[in-house]
Nanobody, 124 residues
Framework: QVQLVESGGGLVQAGGSLRLSCAAS????????MGWFRQAPGKEREFVAA????????NYADSVKGRFTISRDNAKNTVFLQMNSLKPEDTAVYYC?????????????????WGQGTQVTVSS
């Protein structure tokens, strides 16, 4: 069974950094595109970033471009999200997701597998 387990969330001051990790099991990790999404209270889940199966292609939401970096280590079945210059509006539960055919789509319905999420809180 597929499992995606996020870690690395926490409380940080505005301007600070966090690095999220997502460890995958139960799937051939290198065949899947991986994405990060987030959901703030009272808001819909939104796309943050995605990376292709090889890591050669990435996709970012405009709101995080230049501040967040997605990467992956296929040998360790892990995808990362380095978040710098964090803002209070980045506060949300962050989810990683695995998508078929190495997708880097921003659409949640392209990702059949999801983790449980990790909370990121940015204080002003």
């Amino acid at each position: 069974q597929v499992q995606l387990v996020e870690s690395g969330g926490g409380l940080v001051q505005a301007g600070g950094s966090l690095r999220l990790s997502c460890a995958a099991s139960g799937l051939v990790f290198a065949r899947y595109g991986m994405g990060w999404f987030r959901q703030a209270p009272g808001k819909e889940r939104e796309f943050v970033a995605a990376i292709s199966w090889s890591g050669g292609d990435t996709n970012y939401a405009d709101s995080v471009k230049g501040r967040f970096t997605i990467s992956r280590d296929n040998a360790k079945n892990t995808v990362f999200l380095q978040m710098n210059s964090l803002k209070p509006e980045d506060t949300a539960v962050y989810y990683c997701a695995a998508g078929y055919l190495g997708t880097i789509s921003s659409r949640p319905n392209q990702y059949p597998y999801w983790g449980q999420g990790t909370q990121v809180t940015v204080s002003s």
